[in-house]
């Protein structure tokens, strides 16, 4: 069974750029959600989304943005992007009715 | 705010020693407990969860659950180099199910 898969593994961007960040769950996991992870802040939830809704919300700015397709893969994207939003953006999904979260190998973003 | 708070370390344990990683939580509320591993530069793995006061032991690992602390920990008995990674602690509120990580503990195990 293959594992989550998010692309691109690494990401080098200006500021005021913007940036979309694509995650594939396991197979029949209809829950996705999005972290980021910085060596100061360490894991912070950004949203998550079931069946194509988002049901949970972090304490992100509006720059921050999801969506969920039909078949469960979702796409993260930061608009005007800031020197700070520079972390590893991970996304993780789990099976229904279940806690336990399977990360992908996470997105290296780089603003400069 | 709920919060989730561990030590950051570094805990340096000798090869073959038990290594204890403790994580404390500020929600009583609170019914699920994870540990998950993440190397450096990787990304985390659920190693063990618990729900009940008490402990579950899982090969060289063991979790411990003190709701009435609230605090929860990991033990990790003959500890080796390869064990060495940053230990996340996740806690799950009732009523939610997204979890609240701590900032991690990082393990150095030394030959």
């Known amino acids: 069974k293959a594992g989550v898969t998010q692309t691109p593994r690494y990401l080098i961007k200006t500021r005021g750029q913007q940036v979309t960040l694509s995650c594939s769950p396991i197979s029949g996991h209809r829950s996705v959600s999005w972290y980021q992870q910085t060596p100061g802040q360490g894991l912070q939830f950004l949203f998550e989304?079931?069946?194509?809704?988002?049901?949970n919300k972090g304490n992100f700015p509006g720059r921050f943005s999801g969506r969920q397709f039909s078949n469960s893969r979702s796409e993260m994207n930061v608009s005007t992007l800031e020197l700070g939003d520079s972390a590893l953006y991970l996304c993780?999904?789990?099976?229904?009715?279940?806690?336990?979260?399977?990360f992908g190998s996470g997105t290296q973003l780089s603003v400069l | 705010q709920k919060e989730v708070e561990q030590n950051s370390g570094p805990l340096s344990v000798p090869e073959g020693a038990i290594a204890s990683l403790n994580c404390t939580y500020s929600d009583r509320g609170s019914q699920s407990f994870f540990w998950y591993r993440q190397y450096s530069g990787k990304s985390p793995e659920l190693i063990m969860f618990i729900y009940s006061n008490g402990d579950k032991e899982d090969g060289r690992f063991t979790a411990q659950l003190n709701k009435a602390s609230q605090y929860v920990s990991l033990l990790i008995r003959d500890s080796q180099p390869s064990d060495s990674a940053t230990y996340l602690c996740?806690?799950?509120?009732?009523?939610?199910?997204?979890?609240?990580f701590g900032r991690g503990t990082s393990l150095i195990v030394h030959p």
């Open positions: 993780a999904s789990s099976g229904t009715g279940d806690e336990k979260l399977f």
């Open positions: 989304y079931f069946s194509e809704t988002q049901r």
């Open positions: 996740a806690v799950i509120s009732g009523g939610s199910y997204i979890p609240t």
